[in-house]
């Protein structure tokens, strides 16, 4: 098997909202605002090839899908859609893709499924050979969002990926589909069943569970969470046991970092080492 790290569309977000609770004076050291206030962040999909003979991506980012008002809300960079452009470059088109994993159906993880905008026109369903693989309670949740989240999804997504027959609702800790090399577990802090994916007992898709290495730190959390405090108490438990494991961390918002390890100090302090920006064909 072979990883690559692949960037989306990336946007500028509030730095406030992103760090929660955190004072900007602290924030600000790690990631720069811009004079909106915001932060970049990255929006990007880890590539698995030759995952038991398939092509496998964990998350489709933010993509191109919004028309111009929204994008400029969002703060989205580019108007075309680049994990497109990212994947081709890789030699891959999304034609090629045989899954696509969704930790969850937030716009910014999920409307990379989606063509780009175009005036008048309908945005259709990418990855026309893939099966879109998403957990039981995150798929519920979009089908059923509460107030507090119900703009973070995706009109007529959820239509659009049930039509296609190639919808897969996970039940359990692995999928058929994929085989025994991936494994998820839940998480429920930043949205109800949030999954997250193992490969190969090597590598662990962090989703918003740990958007960056900053959000390693265990206090630091997003004001887009549901459950902060559950999402502490989830993110110790998942750090203590994949720095037991040896496993490298895979970040979707960071945006200069894709993989990291993590260590534990004396302290009880964790912190993100052995940072590689890019991942370009790691052998699994």
Not at 190 to 214: K, N, Q, W, Y
Request: net charge negative.
């Amino acid at each position: 098997m072979k990883l690559y790290s692949i960037e989306g569309n990336r946007q500028y977000l509030d730095g406030g909202s992103m760090f929660g609770n955190v004072p900007r004076a602290l924030w600000s050291r790690w990631i720069e605002p811009d004079e909106r206030h915001r932060i970049p962040l990255a929006c990007r999909s880890m590539l698995v090839q030759d995952l038991d003979g398939k092509c496998v991506l964990f998350e489709a980012g933010i993509g191109a899908f919004f028309d111009p008002k929204l994008r400029d809300r969002f703060g989205v960079v580019d108007s075309s859609h680049r994990l497109l452009e990212s994947l081709r470059e890789r030699g891959c088109d999304h034609a090629d893709v045989d899954a696509v994993v969704l930790s969850h159906l937030h716009f910014d993880h999920a409307g990379g499924l989606l063509s780009a905008f175009s005036e008048g026109e309908e945005s259709i369903l990418l990855f026309p050979n893939a099966r879109y693989i998403v957990g039981r309670e995150a798929w519920e949740r979009a089908e059923n969002p509460h107030p507090r989240d119900r703009a973070s999804f995706i009109p007529r997504l959820q239509q659009q990926l049930k039509e296609s027959g190639r919808l897969l609702i996970l039940e359990e800790d692995t999928s058929e589909f994929l085989g025994p090399q991936v494994r998820f577990s839940s998480s429920h802090g930043h949205t109800p069943g949030m999954i997250l994916g193992e490969v190969a007992e090597s590598v662990v898709f962090c989703a918003d569970l740990i958007p960056g290495r900053p959000w390693v730190h265990l206090p630091v959390t997003m004001g887009y969470d549901r459950f902060p405090e559950l999402l502490i108490d989830e993110k110790r438990a998942f750090l203590e046991d994949k720095v037991r494991r040896g496993f490298q961390l895979f970040y979707t918002h960071d945006p200069l970092c894709s993989l990291s390890t993590v260590e534990l100090s004396s302290a009880g302090k964790f912190s993100p080492v052995s940072d590689r920006e890019t991942v370009d064909g790691m052998t699994l």
